[in-house]
Each structure stands twice: as C-alpha cells, then as structure tokens.
C-alpha cells in the first residue's frame, strides 16, 4: 500500500498537486464568473445574443422560409 507525507492511501505528492491545481482553477473560474457576472458584462453579451438570433429569424421569415 502506497501511502504519501499526508498518511492517505494512493495518493502521491504529484497526486496532491494535481488536485490542489485543479481547486485552484475551479475558484478562478468562479471568481471570473462572479466579477462578470456584478460587472454586468454577462447581461450585455445576453442582451446582444438574443438581439443578434431576433435578427436571423426576421431574416429568415423575410426571405419567405
């Protein structure tokens, strides 16, 4: 049985790392999601979105499809 400083079966320090790493990058994606999201930016891109997909579909009930 293979155990690493923390006492923990299977775990090597690599192992630690690796997922230390990716709670690290979990937390920034969360913290880039919060900051977009009070900045307002996610409601503009929203608004623009579904501005842009109005305009196909009047474009595409104008052709006669």
């Known amino acids: 049985m293979n155990l690493c400083s923390s006492g923990l079966p299977g775990l ?7 997922i230390h790493r990716a709670e690290l990058m979990a937390e920034a ?3 880039r ?3 977009l ?4 930016r996610w409601w503009r891109w929203l608004a623009e979105y ?3 997909r109005a305009e196909r579909a ?3 009930r104008a052709r006669g499809n």
Not at 37 to 40: E, H, K, R
Request: proline residues 4%; hydrophobic residues 40%.
């Open 12 to 18: 090597y320090p690599e192992d630690m790392q690796h």
């Open 29 to 31: 994606r969360w913290q």
């Open 37 to 40: 999201f009070t900045a307002g």
């Open 58 to 60: 009047s474009a595409f």
């Open 33 to 35: 999601r919060a900051r």
């Open 50 to 52: 579904a501005a842009e």
